[in-house]
């Protein structure tokens, strides 16, 4: 994966900072208390260095309790501005990544089906964890404290200088070399940070996938391949880790080594003036001078390390605005949002394309009026789930127009429309949440008592009472406590709620026990009752009730006609129903 974020990418810090906009008193103090502490940091050691050389060396010892205090006071006022600076910038970048991420929720549950088609889960969870998780840093821990850090090293050079240039001069000689190691080091680094950030999203990417699907892994005993798989990704993992390690490992000691000659070269020439001129150094100056040293190098070390963090939270910054910016939404352009929909639906001549030219639907075109049910039949791969992904405008078509009552689809308000078309699909979705939330999917206009009703009428009132807690029972992820068939009837609860003019259902092709079969096929006919339906069905009790059935074949509109006239013409749909159900003799696929 390409990754190009640049510290000195402004118009990308400019983005970030338009997040800090909010909290401008927050940035503005943090950004006045890390002035401060750079300020305040050299005066303990200029006052050690006057304590030494104006009391305890001339024998005052009166003044030493003042003094003494002086710089009590000062340790309790740094400790004081450090509490508060760590506290401000901490709480800047979450309030900043707590902003953006729900930007970017937000607009990834707006996207088109098609993102998701090309997109790993996995990514997209490190994007709005992970990767966010860098850009905090930039405050908490990159941009606001290089800019103290950097202000630390020249206001002690700066009273370095003015104590004393000569001594100065010689003990910062070995500076440029400490500069050249920290460019080379911080090269390396973000290579290897890189390194890391990609196999962090690999890794998120086969975790995500490998729990969900974690039945077929164990079902085909494919564990010890997918262990060698993830054994593969945790080494490139550990790899890069120890790589950007080893450069640390590499770093802190020429740099130890690099203060090192400084802490001698100061020690040699200031023991040789303290001898040669005593008045020239003084012994207060070099504690002074052994504390400054200590006080410049370790922010210019750090530097490195929060170059690499700001680095590091600019890559996380691209990556997430890439994510912001796709503006791969579905248009919602149209305004009409008629008081009322009848659901007549008509598709005409509708051509469609997952992937450019290569047509899966071929010039449909069919008619159901307002409260018919049309049947879609036909072998897998036909092209039945991408008709109805058509009208709800998950996909968009290629040519030719779908209306409902008249009006194309695309110039209903999209809301409006979706909203007024309940899908069910084949497989059901449930949320970790309570089979109540996961009807209503929070809607705080479905009353209890519609609840109630609809899960009635769909004939799954009893067994959900018979849950622990009833409609509160927490489902768990993915529905994982309930039968596939418990599933679906929660789901066409769901549907009968949101009461559409428009039900479109993808009939479950698992079976089910014959009760559960009854009640299900009981349910569908009451989810249908006073609707425009379009099934893509499996039941032949489905298939007769139809008032059309259109019969696809490779994206193509094979027969059309009721079950008893397309039985007549002996052709393909007779194939297909011999092959799926007068064999068996039983009612469902
Ligand atoms: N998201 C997608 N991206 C690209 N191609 C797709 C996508 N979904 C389906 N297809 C292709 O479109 C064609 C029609 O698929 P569709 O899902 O509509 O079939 P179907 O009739 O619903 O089949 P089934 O009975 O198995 O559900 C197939 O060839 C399939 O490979
Ligand atoms: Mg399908």
Partial sequence: MAVTGDVYNTGLLKRIFQYVKPYRAVFVWSVILTVLLAAISPIRPFLIKYTLDHYILAG??????????????????????????????????????????????????????????????????????????????????????????????????????????????????????????????????????????????????????????????????????????????????????????????????????????????????????????????????????????????????QLADKFNTLQMGMVGAERVFKVLDTKDTTPNEGRQKPEKLAGNIEFKNVWFAYNEDHYVLKDLTFEVKAGETIALVGATGAGKSSTINILNRFYETGKGKVTVDGIQIEDFDLDYLRSHIATVLQDVF????????????????????????????????????????????????????????QAQLISFIRALVHNPAILVLDEATSSVDTETELLIQKAIDNLMEGRTSIVIAHRLSTIQKANLIVVLDKGEIKEKGTHQELLKLDGYYKKLYDLQFSSKGIAKV
Avoid: C
Avoid at 459 to 476: C, D, K, S, T, W
């Fill in 60 to 301: 005052k010892y009166s003044g030493l309790v003042n003094m003494t205090m002086l710089m009590i006071f000062m340790l309790i006022l740094q400790t004081l501005i450090q509490y508060n600076h760590t506290l401000l910038t901490n709480t800047l970048g979450q309030s900043v990544i707590r902003d953006l991420r729900i930007n970017v929720f937000n607009h990834i549950t707006k996207l088109r089906l098609k993102f998701f088609d090309q997109t790993p889960i996995g990514q997209l969870i490190t994007r709005t964890v992970s990767d966010l998780e860098t850009i905090a840093d930039i405050f908490s821990e990159g941009l606001i404290s290089m800019i103290g850090d950097s202000l630390q090293v020249v206001v002690i050079v700066g009273v370095m200088l003015y104590t004393d240039w000569e001594l100065s001069m010689v003990v910062l000689l070995p500076i440029p070399l400490l500069i050249m190691a920290t460019r080379k080091f911080q090269k390396a680094i973000k290579i290897a940070f890189q390194e890391i950030r990609n196999e962090v999203s690999n890794l998120n990417t086969f975790l995500q996938e490998h729990i969900t699907g974690v039945s077929i892994v164990q079902y085909f005993a494919r564990e010890r391949q997918e262990y060698k798989k993830f054994y593969a990704i945790n080494k490139r993992y550990r790899d890069a880790n120890i790589r950007s390690n080893w450069y640390y490992s590499i770093f802190f000691p020429v740099v130890e080594l690099i203060s090192a000659m400084s802490l001698g070269l100061l020690i040699w020439y200031g023991a040789r003036s303290i001898l040669a001129k005593p008045l020239d150094v003084t012994p207060g100056t070099i504690t002074q001078f052994i504390m400054y040293l200590g006080m410049v190098f370790t922010p210019i070390r």
């Fill in 430 to 485: 449930l949320f970790s949440d309570t089979i109540l939330n996961n009807i209503t999917l929070n809607n705080a206009e479905i009353t209890m008592e519609q609840v109630v009703n609809a899960a009635k009428k769909v004939g799954a009132h009893e067994f959900i009472e018979r849950l622990p807690g009833g409609y509160q029972y927490n489902v768990m992820e993915r529905g994982a406590t309930l039968s596939a068939g």
